[in-house]
């Protein structure tokens, strides 16, 4: 059974940083997928970014409302993923999540993800 477990998440200032970080345990076998999601208070969860295996090699995946400014990265050895955040919003105040393993191709789709972590906070103040 795969455990992930978030950090870094944090109050800061409109145009600030947070780098937030996942460490998985428990995975056996080959390397998965594994991305974030997020989720504001009175909103669906919805996908902020991914790395996913396109057959030819992982290719990386954004949201649109994030582009640019956050930035996903994995060390492998480690079982470490992390998402950088800068220029930071106030929309961007939700729990962020981490994910692994895709059911499917659909990475968009949180029922497309079979792990998740516990979460961790972000709030960004105007």
């Known amino acids: 059974q795969v455990q992930l477990v978030e950090s870094g998440g944090g109050l800061v200032q409109a145009g600030g940083s947070l780098r937030l970080s996942c460490a998985a345990s428990g995975r056996t076998g080959s390397i998965d997928s594994m991305g974030w999601f997020r989720q504001a208070p009175g909103k669906e969860r919805e996908f902020v970014a991914a790395f996913g295996w396109s057959g030819l090699g992982w290719s990386v995946y954004y949201a649109d409302s994030v582009k640019g400014r956050f930035t996903i990265s994995r060390d492998n050895a480690k079982n470490t993923v992390w998402l950088q955040m800068n220029s930071l919003k106030p929309k961007d105040t939700a729990y962020y999540y981490c994910?692994?393993?895709?059911?499917?191709?659909?990475?968009?789709?949180?029922?497309?993800?079979?792990?998740w972590g516990q979460g961790t906070q972000v709030t960004v103040s105007s």
């Open positions: 994910v692994e393993k895709l059911r499917d191709s659909d990475y968009v789709s949180r029922t497309a993800w079979v792990y």
